[in-house]
């Protein structure tokens, strides 16, 4: 089993990030995250507990396409996803910090017998992409808030 960890420091409210990453996830989970080509729902309805989704990826020269669930939804607090096909948890934790958010990211990943060899090798890869991600994240985050914190509408 393979664990990572990254966090961001974002320069915007607690709800607003939560919104932005586990409300709006379909819409925006390809936006941080572009190794995913295609992500659809295979449970109809909102976003929450037991919303089952299918993504396409290509990490790092290898394609793969996987379902998972939302295990936990806990509203500007936490978001955790459970693979159905492979085996991976995503958990995204939510901590106010005065008027910004600290998002912790951890992902933990079951590998293949066959790549168990390559195992540092695969940690330093997920890393970078969690750090990646996390940063990406931020960036997205702060610059769609930025202009409705000054008070510009973006047409929501």
Request: hydrophobic share 40%.
């Amino acid at each position: 089993m393979i664990k990572t960890e990254s966090e961001a420091l974002i320069e915007c409210p607690r709800e607003e990030v939560f919104r932005f990453v586990a409300e709006d996830f379909v819409l925006n989970y390809p936006r941080w995250s572009p190794e995913v080509r295609a992500l659809e729902a295979v449970t109809d309805g909102p976003f929450q507990v037991d919303w089952i989704g299918r993504q396409v990826r290509f990490d790092h020269g290898r394609w793969s396409d996987s379902q998972f669930c939302v295990t936990v939804f806990e509203p500007s607090r936490q978001l955790t996803l459970d693979g159905i096909t492979d085996t991976y948890r995503i958990d995204y934790r939510f901590e106010p910090v005065e008027t910004c958010t600290r998002v912790f990211f951890a992902l933990e990943l079951e590998i293949a017998p066959t790549l168990r060899l390559f195992a540092n090798s695969v940690r330093k890869a997920v890393q970078n992409t969690g750090n990646r991600t996390m940063s990406n994240l931020k960036w997205l985050i702060e610059e769609e808030f930025a202009p409705r914190a000054r008070g510009i509408s973006d047409g929501r």
